[in-house]
Antibody, heavy 123, light 109 residues
């Protein structure tokens, strides 16, 4: 059974930093691209970032480019999101999601999602 | 930051057919495939349709997708009470980013 479990969400002050983690199991992690998607309270889904199966290619939404860094450790079946210079508008539930396709992931076919971890940016 | 436009709401009675539209541009829907997600209240999204019209295993055939030019549609036939949820379209954009639609809340009357 595929499982994705996010962690690391907390309350942080504006300008602060945070690292989210996603532990994956039930599939061959290093075969698939992975994504982060967020959802602000009461709002819609916003794609945040994508990393290819080998970590060689990364992509970001304009709203987080230069502040967030996606990475993965295939030896630990783990995905990460380093978040710096946090703003109030980054407050959201952050989902880790597996891409359905092997390889680069530039199809946005997210077939498994975690339950999310809540990040609140507030003073 | 959504660049895919959906109607905010849609509704129907049980058994009816409901259609949700998703309007994009040449850089996303016009040149890449469209996916649809269903988000039941309080839960994570679920992949409903991928590659314009393909259903993952376990998704009822009441759900169907189509694409034409820079627009796409999701149809729910034989609407059921458990279909009450938020629905989002999504596609890759040639500017090297993913984009989701604005979301449509489906209500079963």
């Amino acid at each position: 059974e595929v499982q994705l479990v996010e962690s690391g969400g907390v309350v942080v002050q504006p300008g602060g930093s945070l690292r989210l983690s996603c532990a994956a199991s039930g599939f061959t992690f290093d075969d698939y691209a992975m994504h982060w998607v967020r959802q602000a309270p009461g709002k819609g889904l916003e794609w945040v970032s994508l990393i290819s199966w080998d970590g060689g290619s990364t992509y970001y939404a304009d709203s987080v480019k230069g502040r967030f860094t996606i990475s993965r450790d295939n030896s630990k079946n783990s995905l990460y999101l380093q978040m710096n210079s946090l703003r109030a508008e980054d407050t959201a539930l952050y989902y880790c999601a597996k891409d359905r396709t092997s390889g680069g992931g530039r199809w946005l076919q997210l077939d498994y999602w975690g339950q999310g971890t809540l990040v609140t940016v507030s003073s | 930051q959504s660049v895919l436009t959906q109607p905010p709401s849609a509704s129907g009675t049980p058994g009816q057919r409901v259609t949700i539209s998703c309007s994009g541009s040449s850089s996303n829907i016009g040149s890449n495939t469209v996916n649809w997600y269903q988000q039941l209240p309080g839960t994570a999204p679920k992949l409903l349709i991928y590659s314009n019209n393909q259903r993952p295993s376990g998704v009822p055939d009441r759900f169907s997708g189509s694409k034409s030019g820079t627009s796409a549609s999701l149809a729910i036939s034989g609407l059921q009470s458990e279909d009450e949820a938020d629905y989002y379209c999504a596609a890759w954009d040639d500017s090297l980013k993913g984009v989701f639609g604005t979301g449509t809340k489906v209500t079963v009357l």
